[in-house]
């Protein structure tokens, strides 16, 4: 099935960016939606990002304005760009992926079937 591998976690100062990225591996990338979710200790399980086959992207509140999703349909990859960083992004970083995305199931767990290994996310101050 389906595979997914992230890479780009790391510590990063408070105001600071980074980059992450998820290789998809098992298909082909187009009609396949991937996102980002995170986890940190002590919080709930948030759904952070996604984007569809069509491009469509969704985006929780708490990353509006500071995260970008995109994609590299070429290479089947999908990318996050993380600016303005705060202590409180701190979390483990998954990569998620389902061939049924939707205005109304994107931030549900139960939507994706595919998960990646997780990169660990750090942010300083």
């Known amino acids: 099935q389906v595979q997914l591998v992230e890479s780009g976690g790391g510590l990063v100062q408070a105001g600071g960016s980074l980059r992450l990225s998820c290789a998809a591996s098992?298909?082909?990338?187009?009609?396949?939606?991937m996102g980002w979710s995170r986890q940190a200790p002590g919080k709930e399980r948030e759904f952070v990002t996604a984007r569809d086959y069509d491009s469509t992207t969704y985006y929780a509140d708490s990353a509006k304005g500071r995260f970008t999703i995109f994609t590299d349909n070429t290479k089947n990859a999908v990318h996050l760009t993380m600016n303005g960083l705060k202590p409180e992004d701190t979390a483990v970083y998954y990569c998620v992926g389902t061939h049924f995305l939707s205005t109304t199931n994107w931030a549900a767990p139960n939507t994706y079937a595919y998960w990646g290994q997780g990169t660990q996310v750090t942010v300083s101050s």
């Open positions: 098992g298909r082909t990338f187009s009609r396949f939606a």
